[in-house]
C-alpha cells in the first residue's frame, strides 16, 4: 500500500463510496441511545428523572456539539482534506462514547453527547462531500445516499441492543450499549487508512499526480488513459483553475453572484429535513406511541423496533432509483405524502384523545381504543416510510453536489450546521411541545411539510446523473423561481466537449500572449 491507500479498494466504487458511511452510523446509533432508555426506570432513577425540559435538553445536546462539528469542517476539510477529517470524527465519537457510558449524573453525560456530536457533526459534513467527490456521475446520488442507510442502520441497531439489554436489571442496562456504540468509530477510522484522498482536494492543493492516479484506480481500473478518468480529469482541472481566478476560499465566496443562490437551497433544504417532523418519530417515538394509548415497555419497545426496521427497509428503493428518479420528485412527492401521514396522527390524536397520565405525567392521551391507537401507530410507520424513501437520503445528496470546488466544503458544512441547529432547536423543543399544545404538534411539522413541497417546485433544479463540473451550467441557466424549467439534458458533455474547449482556451491564452 505504497500509494497511501489500497488500489484494490479504490477499484470498487461501492466500497470506496459507502465504508464512510459508517460516519452516517454513528448520527442512528446516537439517536436510538436515546429513545430506547426514555422508559427505562434505571436510566431516569440514575439522572433523577428528567422532566420533560430536562429531558429535551440531554437530548438536545447532541445536536448542539454536532453544530459546532459541522461548522469545523470549514476548516477541517480544506486544512486537513476529506480522508483524516473523517478519522478524526471517529476518535472524537469514542472519547464521548467512553463518557457516556461512565457518566453518573447529568452534566457528564450532556459533556459526553456534546464530544459524541463533534464526531456526529463533523462526519455528517464531511463524509458526503468526500463521496460526492469519489464518485461517477451515473453513481453519486446512490452511493452518497448509502449516508442516510447508514444512519438508519445505526438507528436498528443501537435499538435491538437497548432491546436486549432492557432483560438487564440496573445501570447497565444502558451502559453497555453506550460503550458498545464506540465498536463502529474505531473500524471507521483505522478502515479509513486504506481508502484514498479525494482527487478534487488534491488537485486543488496542487497534487495532481496523485489525484491522476487515483482517479485511474477509481474510474479505470488503474488506467490513467481511460476516456472516464481523462473527461473526470481535465473538467477537475478546468474547474478548479476556474475557481481560483475568482477569489479566495473566505467566507465571503459564499454570499458571491451564483453561489449565494446554492447556499441558501443547501441551507433551505436541510431546515426543510428537519422540519419534516422526521426526528420526532425517532428521538420519541417512545412518547408518540405512549400518547396514542400503547402501554407496557416492552411493548412499546417492540412497536417502536418495527418502526425502525420499515425506516432501513424502506430506504433501500431510494438508494437503487434516486439517480433514475430525480431528487426534484423526491422532495416535492416525499413532503406531500409525509404531510397527509401527520395531519392523520393529529386528526386522530385530536378526536380520540383526551388529557390522562403517563408515568405520573399529565400528558394527551387515547385511552380504551384500540382501534385508534393502531391507526395512529400504523399512521406513524407510513410516514416513516415516507421519509425513508424520498427526502431521507435526497436531502443528503442535493447539497453535496451543488457547490463550487473552492466553497465545497464551507458551503456543505454551513448547509449541515443548518441541519444541526433546528436538529438541535426540535430536540429540545419536543417533549413540552408534546405535553402543552398535544396533537396540535403533529399539525405543526404537517404544515412544515407543504410549505417546503412549495419551496422545492419553485426553487430546486434537477441534479441528478451530471458531473459536479456539469451542475454549474445547471445554475447558470438562471431560472430562480421556475425551477422546472431546468431540462435534465442540460450540462451534459462528451470528452470530446471538454477537450475542444480545452484547446479553445489554450489557443486564446497562446494569442493574448503574443
Known amino acids: 500500500m505504497g500509494k497511501g491507500y489500497s488500489a484494490r479498494i479504490a477499484s470498487n466504487p461501492y466500497i470506496v463510496g459507502t465504508f464512510a458511511c459508517i460516519g452516517g452510523g454513528l448520527f442512528g446509533l446516537d439517536i436510538s441511545s436515546m429513545s430506547a432508555v426514555l422508559n427505562n426506570p434505571a436510566y431516569a432513577n440514575t439522572f433523577h428523572n428528567p422532566s420533560s425540559n430536562a429531558q429535551g435538553a440531554i437530548v438536545a445536546s447532541m445536536p448542539a456539539g454536532s453544530l459546532i462539528g459541522a461548522l469545523s469542517v470549514t476548516y477541517l476539510g480544506d486544512k486537513l482534506g476529506r480522508k483524516k477529517t473523517i478519522i478524526l470524527a471517529g476518535l472524537f465519537w469514542v472519547i464521548g462514547s467512553i463518557i457516556q457510558c461512565a457518566s453518573i449524573n447529568r452534566g457528564m453525560l450532556v459533556v459526553g453527547r456534546i464530544i459524541s456530536g463533534l464526531s456526529v457533526g463533523i462526519s455528517s459534513t464531511v463524509v458526503p462531500v468526500y463521496q460526492s467527490e469519489i464518485a461517477a456521475p451515473a453513481i453519486r446520488g446512490r452511493l452518497v445516499s448509502f449516508q442516510q442507510w447508514s444512519i438508519t442502520w445505526g438507528i436498528l441497531l443501537q435499538y435491538f441492543v437497548q432491546f436486549g439489554c432492557s432483560y438487564i436489571n440496573g445501570t447497565a442496562s444502558f451502559r453497555i450499549p453506550w460503550g458498545l456504540q464506540m465498536i463502529p468509530a474505531i473500524v471507521l477510522s483505522l478502515g479509513m487508512l486504506a481508502f484514498p484522498e479525494s482527487p478534487r482536494w488534491l488537485v486543488d492543493n496542487n497534487r495532481e499526480a496523485e489525484a491522476l492516479e487515483i482517479l485511474a ?190 466553497v465545497r466544503a464551507k458551503a456543505v458544512s454551513l448547509s449541515t450546521a443548518t441541519n444541526w441547529l433546528f436538529n438541535f432547536a426540535l430536540a429540545w423543543a419536543v417533549p413540552p411541545m408534546l405535553q402543552n399544545i398535544q396533537w396540535k404538534t403533529y399539525l405543526v411539522f404537517g404544515t412544515f411539510n407543504f410549505a417546503a413541497c412549495i419551496h422545492f417546485i419553485f426553487c430546486f433544479p434537477e441534479t441528478a446523473q451530471r458531473s459536479l463540473e456539469e451542475i454549474e451550467d445547471v445554475f447558470s441557466q438562471g431560472h430562480e423561481f421556475s425551477a422546472w424549467a431546468v431540462s435534465r439534458s442540460v450540462g451534459k458533455k462528451e470528452l470530446a466537449d471538454v477537450l475542444a474547449h480545452k484547446v479553445g482556451k489554450e489557443s486564446l491564452e497562446k494569442s493574448e500572449g503574443a
Not at 258 to 274: A, E, H, K, N, Y
Not at 332 to 353: N, P, T
Request: include cysteine.
Open 217 to 406: 484506480d477509481l474510474h479505470g481500473g488503474g488506467n490513467p488513459q481511460d476516456e472516464l478518468v481523462v473527461l473526470e480529469f481535465e473538467e477537475i482541472k478546468s474547474q478548479v483553475y476556474f475557481e481560483r481566478t475568482e477569489g479566495a476560499k473566505a467566507w465571503s465566496d459564499l454570499f458571491k453572484r451564483g453561489v449565494m443562490r446554492r447556499v441558501f437551497l443547501g441551507t433551505s433544504l436541510q431546515m426543510w429535513s428537519q422540519l419534516t417532523g422526521v426526528n420526532v418519530m425517532m428521538y420519541y417515538v417512545v412518547y408518540v406511541f405512549e400518547g396514542a394509548g400503547l402501554t407496557g415497555r416492552r411493548a412499546n419497545l417492540i412497536a417502536d423496533s418495527v418502526q425502525y426496521v420499515l425506516n432501513v427497509a424502506f430506504t433501500v428503493p431510494a438508494i437503487i432509483y434516486i439517480d433514475k428518479w430525480g431528487r426534484r420528485p423526491m422532495f416535492i412527492y416525499g413532503c406531500l405524502i409525509m404531510g397527509f401521514w401527520l395531519y392523520l396522527v393529529g386528526g386522530l390524536q385530536a378526536r380520540f384523545g383526551e388529557m390522562g397520565t403517563v408515568d405520573n405525567t399529565a400528558t394527551w392521551v387515547v385511552l380504551n381504543n384500540p382501534a385508534a391507537t393502531k391507526a395512529i401507530i400504523v399512521c406513524s410507520y407510513f410516514f416513516v416510510c415516507s421519509f425513508a424513501i424520498t427526502m431521507g437520503p435526497a436531502s443528503w445528496a442535493y447539497p453535496a453536489e451543488i457547490f463550487p470546488m473552492r
